[in-house]
């Protein structure tokens, strides 16, 4: 079953933050997130890992609750280069990564 | 080093027809997967081959069909494509079978067409 996310859609200026939440109603080994530009390929951004950790990509972090079977994208002070689809991916079994519908993020100057 | 590169970039079909669609994985990665996105979707997942062996399924049809390659290339297989095959097709790439160890690394996508 594919993870959840919220908001689908988050409109910002430059400057502001935005806050990415995914969930899952299935344990989860991992969660990792990737950033996908208008017709180019999802890049990857942060991979996160039992234990609750949190890790930081420029101003991009994110955080793991793996009890709540939770994870949340923070964007601070967000760039212009910002702007694309997030999108969430959880690992339940090896081998099958499942993916969320996206957040469309649009930052305005 | 060159990324994950797929062909061809876009195919147009009839319904009926079959298509393969191929992949190469960066250099040194033994993970192939294969996803399906629609428009306004997040990418589902069809296939992965480790070490030219199937690792895992997605919900789709026996209509799909992949296979790996001694050098880690793969290619993916649609038979009596329908209308409803019509997406962006992803492969991505890894060192390892799972995502724990290695992060995905995506290819541009082949856009099929079927009319």
């Known amino acids: 079953q594919q993870p959840v996310q919220s908001p689908q859609a988050v409109i910002l200026r430059e400057g502001e933050d935005a806050v990415i939440n995914c969930s899952s109603s299935?344990?989860?080994?991992?969660v990792h997130w990737y950033r996908q530009k208008h017709g180019e390929a999802p890049v990857f951004l942060m991979i996160?890992?039992?234990?609750?950790e949190q890790k930081g990509h420029e101003k991009i972090s994110a955080s793991f609750n793996e009890k709540k079977q939770q994870s949340s994208l923070y964007l601070t002070a967000s760039q212009l280069s910002y702007s694309g689809t997030y999108f969430c991916?959880?690992?339940?079994?090896?081998?099958?990564?499942?993916f969320g519908d996206g957040t469309t993020l649009t930052v305005k100057p | 080093d060159a990324g994950v590169t797929q062909s061809p970039t876009h195919l147009i079909k009839t319904r009926g027809q079959q298509v393969t669609l191929r992949c190469s994985p960066i250099?040194?990665?033994?993970?192939v997967s294969w996803y399906q996105q629609v428009l306004g979707q997040g990418p589902q997942f069809i296939f992965q081959?480790?070490?030219?062996?199937?690792?895992g399924r997605g919900n789709f049809p026996d209509r799909f069909s992949a296979r790996q390659f001694p050098n880690y290339s793969s290619e993916l297989n649609v038979n009596a494509l329908l209308l409803g095959d019509s997406a962006l097709y992803l492969c991505?790439?890894?060192?390892?079978?799972?995502?724990?160890?290695?992060?995905?690394?995506f290819g541009n996508g082949t856009r099929l067409t079927v009319t």
């Open positions: 996160l890992l039992k234990g609750g």
């Open positions: 299935k344990a989860l080994y991992s």
């Open positions: 081959y480790y070490e030219k062996e199937e690792r």
């Open positions: 250099s040194g990665h033994k993970s």
């Open positions: 991505a790439s890894s060192l390892g079978p799972s995502t724990v160890n290695s992060p995905l690394h």
């Open positions: 991916g959880t690992e339940t079994n090896a081998g099958k990564s499942t």
